[in-house]
């Protein structure tokens, strides 16, 4: 991968329109790399594994206008330490793992924005709502007053062309607009958190607002 992080940011950003927030993600990614990216601009950084970003956070402190996003599989025990370290929870997967959130997040006295993930596609290797599942359970999530509910988030099974991956993006976006228009007072669905380094493009054409880059940015990593 060539270029410095500031050049490879800017390339990317030439390609998303100014509506599209680029979240960077920095699994691996040591504090001095992530110091780089926000020198070129970046205020959102996305982590999938609590620890590792709660060590890298206090390094970080004196950046107080990063907006951090968890983005990995989130286990109910866990929770709580989820909402003090992140302003967004993109990963809420299931019913019981929203209410746990809206419990602690009660008690904590916060409203954190969080996404439903959802899988259009099964995929035993992803976490989610299915389809049916997901608008049998609005009523319930509509009661989660602690929770603001921004949208939709969606990871399409590995393996998928562009065409397979464009209908997953396509059917996530007309998922939101189905739910929109039933109209519940707390669930909002301004977002749609999906692209990731390999499909960001097309999921920017599909209608993402958010996409959550690492690879690109930071070049490959571990697992």
Sequence with gaps: MSGSISERINTVRAQLPPSVRLIAVTKQVPSDVIRAAYTAGIRDFGENRIQEAIAKQAELQDLSDITWHFIGHLQSNKAKKALENFQWIHSVDNLKLAQRLNELAQQIGISPCVCL????????????WSVPQLLADLPTLNQYKNLQIQGLMTIPPLGLNDQEIMAVFNR?????????????PHIQMQHLSMGMSGDYQLAVEAGATMVRLGTILFGERGN
């Design 117 to 128: 993930q959802v899988k259009i596609l099964p995929d035993p290797n992803k976490s989610g």
């Design 172 to 184: 996530t976006r007309e998922l939101a607009q189905e739910i929109r228009e039933q109209n519940w």
